[in-house]
T-cell receptor, first 116, second 112 residues
Framework: EAGVTQSPTHLIKTRGQQVTLRCSPI?????VYWYQQALGLGLQFLLW???????NRGNFPPRFSGRQFPNYSSELNVNALELEDSALYLC???????????????FGPGTRLLVL | KQEVTQIPAALSVPEGENLVLNCSFT??????LQWFRQDPGKGLTSLLL?????REQTSGRLNASLDKSSGRSTLYIAASQPGDSATYLC???????????FGKGTKLTVNP
């Protein structure tokens, strides 16, 4: 069974540009999560999508946005890139059982973004 | 606001040693706690998940314990091997939220 996949693996952009990162969850998983891992800051929660809807959002500005498609894949968009957006962006997926057993989040390999 | 702390930040041990990694969290209202492994420049691999109602989980040479009331978890690695070298991350899932709150990790080096 294929794991979580992300594209591209690496990306270099300049300040002010826009970027789109992509994530395909494990087959059957309906929830997709995005995290940012910036140097020295640890992993920070960005966004959670389930069944096509944004369910929760971390403490990030509105220029970080995304969406989830009917096939449960997801995009993360970052507008007006700033130098501090340089980070490893990780996507995770899980089954989501409302009121039920909490499921493990499975992580993809990440997209490394460098903003110059 | 939930905060997760991992001590030590880095650890270097000789091969074969048993070791313990520590994780503490400030708010005991959690759904579960997970331990992950991250290799340099790579994504995360889930090692163990402990539900809030559980006290420990075991997988091979790994054993994780959870004491919700004191806000602590430990990851015990038995008979460490060079292949165990990685950064180990602890994360809690907060009650009422699907997001994971991570510690900054412990970087483990096992020397042959």
């Amino acid at each position: 069974e294929a794991g979580v996949t992300q594209s591209p693996t690496h990306l270099i952009k300049t300040r002010g540009q826009q970027v789109t990162l992509r994530c395909s969850p494990i087959s059957g998983h309906t929830s997709v999560y995005w995290y940012q891992q910036a140097l020295g800051l640890g992993l920070q929660f960005l966004l959670w999508y389930d069944e096509g809807e944004e369910r929760n959002r971390g403490n990030f500005p509105p220029r970080f946005s995304g969406r989830q498609f009917p096939n449960y894949s997801s995009e993360l968009n970052v507008n007006a890139l700033e130098l501090e957006d340089s980070a490893l962006y990780l996507c995770a997926s899980s089954l989501h059982l409302y009121g039920g057993r909490q499921e493990t989040q499975y992580f993809g390999p990440g997209t490394r973004l460098l903003v110059l | 606001k939930q905060e997760v702390t991992q001590i030590p930040a880095a650890l270097s041990v000789p091969e074969g040693e048993n070791l313990v990694l520590n994780c503490s969290f400030t708010d005991s209202a959690i759904y579960n706690l997970q331990w992950f492994r991250q290799d340099p420049g790579k994504g995360l691999t889930s090692l163990l998940l402990i539900q809030s109602s559980q006290r420990e989980q075991t997988s091979g040479r790994l054993n994780a314990s959870l004491d919700k009331s004191s806000g602590r978890s430990t990851l015990y690695i038995a008979a460490s091997q060079p292949g165990d070298s990685a950064t180990y991350l602890c994360a809690v899932k907060e009650g009422g939220s699907e997001k994971l709150v991570f510690g900054k990790g412990t970087k483990l080096t096992v020397n042959p």
